[in-house]
């Protein structure tokens, strides 16, 4: 048996540890309800109740819909973590590998429109009225979505693939992305425009707002919303710090990576780093739309009313109870 074959032997789902199985399991189904929630009532409150959409709206609208595609294939992960054999076929599994690039490459570029967004409205108030062009940001998002389905679609057709072996049973395709290496041309490409370039975007609009802010540059807009602007992009730096950047340094250093293939939990780790991302993306709603506030606020309030209600009537059944032991002693 050659090299290759003895590889994708190694890269087995069989031989993935019980420890990875098990904490994706409980890791994904806490993606998955906690994301599905969120982002359905981000985009609810984003295309349906927004009365006046702004460029951010549409940015916001495009981030919710993302997420949630993204979250629609996490039901096929977790089955199979939990069944060890793949009932999919190949073609499926080719596409959930390949959105696992996708995602992230999106996500980036949005993050960075708002970011260019929030650094027209601080630093550039004169074009303030292009922060209310929806037929602009509609525009970007377009051309974004189809220049980065372009530039996946070639992860479809693959020569190499790692559950030929196992007569597709498998589907490693999906956890690892070792099998990427056959296109390392196109993938540090993605690397320096998908990655790269956004997040050198997003930190100078953050650089830019705060020295604009830190001389005293005078602007019509109110305290409030610098004071916005500047926690939206601090949460969107953060948040690609936290969930994007491990997982694409892990991605570049796999990419150089010679010799056997194997289980990386470096790897492993990154990736749920970035599929946090989709829960994490309730903060930024929470910090762009009023409307989003007064919805999570309302089921906070509702929550709360239904636990005083409930208080109530296991008092008044105490006292209830109490008295009806009094009036049979009597």
């Known amino acids: 048996m050659n090299n290759h074959n003895q590889s994708l032997i190694i890269m087995s789902g069989s031989d993935h540890p019980e420890e990875y199985r098990i904490s994706s399991l409980v890791f994904y189904s806490f993606i998955f309800v906690i994301g599905l929630l969120v982002n359905m009532t981000a985009l609810w409150v984003f295309s349906c109740t927004t009365k006046k959409r702004t460029t951010i709206t549409i940015y916001m609208m495009n981030v919710a819909l993302l997420d949630l595609i993204f979250i629609f294939t996490l039901p096929f992960r977790m089955h199979y973590y939990a069944k060890r054999s793949w009932f999919f076929g190949d073609v499926s599994c080719r596409v959930l590998s390949t959105f696992t690039v996708f995602y992230p490459s999106v996500a980036l570029w949005l993050l960075a429109f708002i970011s260019v967004d929030r650094y027209m409205a601080v630093v550039q108030p004169k074009h303030a009225k292009e922060l209310k062009n929806t037929t602009k940001a509609l525009i970007a998002c377009t051309g974004l979505w189809i220049m980065t389905v372009v530039t996946t679609t070639p992860l479809l057709f693959l020569h190499s693939d790692s559950d030929n072996i196992s007569n597709f049973t498998t589907c490693i395709k999906m956890m690892d992305i070792i099998y990427l290496k056959e296109i390392s041309a196109l993938n540090f490409f993605r690397l320096a425009f998908f990655f ?26 109110k305290p409030k919303v610098k004071e916005r602007s500047i926690k939206i992009i601090v949460t969107l730096i953060i948040q690609v710090l936290v969930c994007f950047v491990p997982f694409h340094i892990c991605f570049a250093l796999l990419m150089l990576e010679n010799g056997p293939v194997s289980y990386n939990p470096w790897g492993a780790f990154t990736t749920f780093l970035m599929n946090l991302s989709t829960c994490l993306d309730v903060i930024l709603y929470y910090l ?17 009313y239904l636990r005083s209600v409930r208080r109530k009537s296991i008092r008044s ?12 002693m009597i």
């Open 288 to 304: 762009v739309s009023k409307q989003f506030q007064a919805r999570v606020i309302s089921v906070m309030l509702y929550r709360n």
């Open 196 to 221: 790269l370039i956004p997040l050198v975007t997003m930190i100078g609009c953050y650089l830019a707002i705060t020295y604009s802010l830190t001389h005293g540059r005078k602007s019509k807009l």
């Open 317 to 328: 059944g105490s006292v209830r109870s109490l008295s009806n032991i009094n009036s049979e």
